[in-house]
């Protein structure tokens, strides 16, 4: 039986090196690099929130790194921001610090 790991360097094998598996929501560090072609998102939350948020406040479910939260508040909107995972959650309010 021929084993195709055996011509791998040391280095790249599977019992030499371990992989770790980590849930997005725990690498918020990561999450902004996955989802930054998602560009057509914002629009499409500004333009609906422009037509049904009358008092400009907002409520985003699953806020995550702010990637929508923050550019809402830059464009004016009071948005209350849920996000139940801590390192997500601790991120978005790092950026939200920054920015202010």
Not at 2 to 21: K, M, Q
Not at 29 to 53: C, K, M, N, S
Not at 64 to 75: A, E, H, S, V
């Amino acid at each position: 039986m021929f084993d195709e790991e055996s011509l791998l360097p040391d280095a790249l094998r599977a019992d030499r090196h371990r992989f770790v598996h980590a849930d997005i929501y725990d690498a918020a560090d990561w999450y902004d690099v996955d989802y930054a072609a998602y560009r057509a998102e914002l629009t499409f939350y500004r333009l609906l929130l422009g037509r049904h948020a009358r008092n400009k406040r907002v409520v985003e479910i699953g806020a995550g790194t702010g990637r929508l939260t923050l550019p809402l508040c830059g464009d004016g909107f009071l948005v209350h921001a849920v996000e139940p995972s801590a390192p997500m959650r601790a991120l978005l309010e790092q950026k939200l610090k920054a920015a202010s």
